[in-house]
């Protein structure tokens, strides 16, 4: 982890505690009883460095708390800007592991050539779920992973004003008494 990408983050929570505090109006909120377990708690939320229930049990820290502050977090658009900092340095981490995977990849396939390696069921099914990690890896850092519906219903003028016709058509007619 860089330096200045911890500065960042730390900066960052800070001024999202500072402006949590401000912006309530009571000392019932969670930003100002247990400002240091909020922070804490918006750390982890920035940069994930770990399971979120290991998290919630190491610190003692109940699910609605943790919840509360990711959305508290997560709707300032300034969050997107640390996570994707993260997100870059990360990658990094990404691009090294897929070389040292791609060289162990090459020398298994060798043996496997070579009959050092028995293709079994087991073996059949480790090499699919590694790729299934790898697809999934890839889905996310593409967006593949992610649905969109598009949904278009173009209408000219002119069948506008027939369907309201129509629909008109079929109303009683009502009086108007004064």
């Known amino acids: 982890m860089s330096e200045e990408l911890t500065i960042e983050t730390k900066n960052f929570i800070t001024k999202k505690l500072r402006d949590a505090q401000e912006a309530t109006g009571h000392g019932r909120a969670w930003c100002k ?23 919630l049990r190491k610190n ?68 699919g779920k590694s790729l299934q990690a790898f697809n999934d890896i890839h889905s996310k850092l593409t967006g593949n992973n992610i649905q969109r519906v598009v949904v278009e219903h173009k209408t000219t003028l002119d069948e ?6 129509k629909m008109l058509e079929g109303l009683p007619e009502v009086e108007i008494v004064d």
């Not at 009883?33 to 998290?55: C, D, G, M, T, Y």
């Not at 993260?86 to 791609?102: C, H, K, M, N, P």
């Not at 506008?160 to 016709?165: G, K, N, T």
């Open 33 to 55: 009883r247990e400002p240091k377990k909020w922070a804490l708690v918006a750390q982890h939320i920035i940069q994930k460095p770990n399971e979120v229930s290991a998290f």
């Open 60 to 127: 003692s820290i109940t699910k609605n708390f943790y919840y509360d502050v990711q959305t508290e977090l997560m709707a300032d658009p300034e969050s997107s800007e640390i996570r994707n900092a993260w997100a870059s340095e990360i990658s990094s981490v990404l691009f090294q592991g897929l070389d040292t995977y791609r060289k162990s990849q090459n020398s298994y396939s060798d043996r496997v050539e070579s009959g050092d390696i028995e293709i079994d069921g087991n073996e059949l099914f480790k090499q």
């Open 160 to 165: 506008a004003e027939e369907y309201a016709r």
